[in-house]
């Protein structure tokens, strides 16, 4: 099994997440900016010091919306893809 390593901006950035995740991650991720995708990139990071798998990516981006929506200071995460479905689709 591949780990993908977040510990600094050359392993992972915005675009490599995009090509990196599938499925039901991949719309959601589709819909943040690079922004928005480099900070959570750098609080995976300090989350996943030794690195993440693809696999827990994906699941992460698919199924802990609350979690990142919260580290981009959103506290209602139906909120938070009411405004970015519009932003971003």
């Known amino acids: 099994m591949a780990y993908i ?23 959601r991720v589709k819909c943040l900016s690079d922004d928005e995708l480099n900070t959570i990139i750098g609080i ?18 698919w199924f802990e919306d609350d979690t990142y929506a919260g580290w981009l200071g959103w506290d209602d995460v139906e909120a938070f893809w009411e405004d970015h479905q519009e932003e971003y689709q």
């Not at 990071?45 to 990516?57: F, K, M, N, V």
């Open 44 to 61: 995976l990071a300090e989350e996943y010091p030794d690195g993440i798998d693809e696999t827990e990516l994906n699941d992460f981006f």
């Open 5 to 27: 390593t977040v510990t600094t901006s050359n392993d992972l950035d915005a675009n490599g997440i995009r090509d990196m995740v599938w499925s039901g991650a991949l719309d």
